[in-house]
Every structure is written in structure tokens, then in C-alpha cells.
């Protein structure tokens, strides 16, 4: 089964369900699919061609989340003393410090990165996060989770095909291919990170 780009995978799409007759409907297909598989109730997409770094400049006490931000792996500090690592803090468990100072906790709020207070000089903050690969179109054809996990798009967007044709019988069916697949991907993904002896969990946000 050719299963690379964008083209081949409306194709396949359309030859497993059997419906033709939705050619216009597939890039919204796919597009869900995409938006399925980092925000769904069961288990998000997290594995390593999504990990970038970035590194920005502190201004405030706000910083706005890199392009493409899914979920953060480590936010660090860069100074001549070693900096070291900021621990985050979900934004009803911070204390937002009145003075100035330099930052040792973060949270998340919206798409904005929130210190715990507000910076006492200009700091360099490397942030280590999974982005979102780019949209399949029928202008970009490929990306890194279609080339290492196709089974994802195509399970996620016949999910999405059948909730359209509203047959609850193949939505069941194909959900619960969609969300084994993203959980084969990521356990596959840590196995390969940190060995058979080692194991880590995955939560919304951040690695603990």
C-alpha cells in the first residue's frame, strides 16, 4: 500500500471506505485528523521528529509559545552561571511574585508562557517542545508523521469519513484504530528513547 503524500493518502482513504463521491471533503478529513491527534480524550501524539528547540529572549513576565507549540518537554534558563532548568506550575498553583527578580517557576496559559515573576535583566530561555508537524495540503504533500506513522492519518481520517456518513459502527471501528495507532507510535517512540528497562509517563504539557 503506497501510503507517502498527501495524494496517496486521499486515495486510500478513498478506497477503504468505498466513497468516491467525497473527493471535496478529504483535506477537511485530514485536517481533523490532524487536530484529532493532539487534542483528543485518550491519548495525544508525542514522539521525537516532533521535539524542536527554540530559545527566546524575556521581555516580561510573558512570552509568547513558539509556532507550531504543542506540549513543552523542558524550559531552561541559559546564564552564565549554568542557568538551569524552570519547573513548571499549573497557573492556579503559581504565585505571581510582586518584585522582580529571577524566574525559577512557568506555566501555561492560552498561548503564552507565564514566569513566576517578572525578570530582574534580560535572560536567554531555551524552550524544548513537541511541535505539531505541518499540515498536509495538496501543496505540501508529506511530513514527518505521515512518513514514520501513516496509519495514524489513515485510520484518523476514515474516522472522520464515517462520522460524516454518521455509521457509528465504523466510527468505533476506526477510532479505536486511530487512537492504537498514536498509542503504537508513542510507545514505540520511548522504547526506542530510553530502552526495554526504562519507562516514562506521559502527561498533558509536560514529561514527568
Avoid: C
Amino acid at each position: 500500500m503506497a501510503l507517502t503524500n498527501f495524494d496517496e493518502l486521499v486515495k486510500q482513504v478513498t478506497d477503504w471506505s468505498h466513497r468516491e463521491d467525497l473527493g471535496t471533503k478529504m483535506a477537511d478529513f485530514i485536517a481533523l485528523t490532524e487536530n484529532s491527534m493532539y487534542a483528543n480524550e485518550t491519548e495525544i501524539l508525542n514522539v521525537r521528529s516532533m521535539e524542536t528547540i527554540t530559545t527566546v529572549l524575556t521581555t516580561g513576565r510573558l512570552l509568547t509559545l513558539p509556532t507550531g507549540f504543542e506540549s513543552a518537554r523542558s524550559i531552561r534558563l541559559l546564564t552564565n552561571d549554568g542557568g538551569g532548568e524552570l519547573r513548571f506550575q499549573a497557573p492556579e498553583q503559581m504565585l505571581n511574585h510582586p518584585f522582580t527578580g529571577r524566574p525559577q517557576f512557568f506555566t501555561i496559559v492560552g498561548d503564552k508562557i507565564q514566569l513566576d515573576r517578572t525578570p530582574d535583566s534580560e535572560y536567554t530561555i531555551e524552550i524544548q517542545f513537541f511541535k505539531k508537524a505541518n499540515p498536509l495540503t495538496s501543496s505540501n504533500q508529506t511530513n514527518e508523521i505521515l512518513t514514520k506513522h501513516p496509519s495514524i492519518y489513515l485510520y484518523g481520517a476514515l474516522t472522520q469519513v464515517f462520522i460524516y456518513a454518521q455509521d457509528d459502527q465504523q466510527v468505533a471501528k476506526y477510532i479505536q484504530l486511530f487512537i492504537g495507532a498514536i498509542k503504537g507510535a508513542n510507545k514505540a517512540d520511548k522504547k526506542g528513547r530510553f530502552g526495554p528497562a526504562m519507562s516514562m509517563s506521559l502527561d498533558r504539557g509536560m514529561i514527568v
